[in-house]
């Protein structure tokens, strides 16, 4: 019987472990430096954010068409790198690149916290380091 109800709490404590998929939604802050001196003021964004849970790792799809993969440990998870593709804006090229960040789950929130590099090419030309933060609310199903 004890091995039974070890087996049983075993089993609970995999697949009972944090859901998560769903929508998150909030704003995100971001901020940086540009390595032609030049910084990046302070900004705020309202973010929806829907994670398919699968598995040992979460995935969503990005605004700008990129696929976001995070290996999942617990309520934590370390975004992996991702690039979305480059677009051109009066004269000049942007790409953008998630270099790392987590996710950090509760019942109701997800909080964000990325590192990015935006390289631009053309009529302006830098690289800039940003950080992006905020706290999601989960919406209901």
């Known amino acids: 019987m004890k091995t039974l109800a070890t087996s049983i709490l075993a089993l609970c404590l995999v697949a009972c ?7 998150f939604v909030g704003d995100l802050s971001q901020s940086g430096h540009c390595s032609d ?4 003021p302070e900004t705020e964004e309202t973010l929806e954010l829907t994670l398919y ?16 993969i995070a290996d999942v440990e617990g309520d934590v998870a370390q975004v992996r790198q991702a690039s979305c593709p480059a677009e051109t804006i009066d004269g000049t090229t942007r790409s953008l690149t998630i270099k790392s960040g987590t996710l950090t789950l509760t019942d109701t929130s997800l909080r964000v916290k990325l590192e990015l590099t935006a390289t631009l090419s053309g009529a302006l030309t830098a690289t800039c380091a940003l950080n ?3 706290r999601l609310a989960r919406l209901e199903d």
């Open 53 to 68: 849970d699968n598995g040992d790792t979460v995935a969503w799809d990005a605004a700008c068409g990129a696929t976001v």
């Open 132 to 134: 992006a933060e905020g």
């Open 17 to 23: 472990g944090p859901d998560w998929n769903g929508t």
């Open 37 to 40: 001196g030049s910084s990046v």
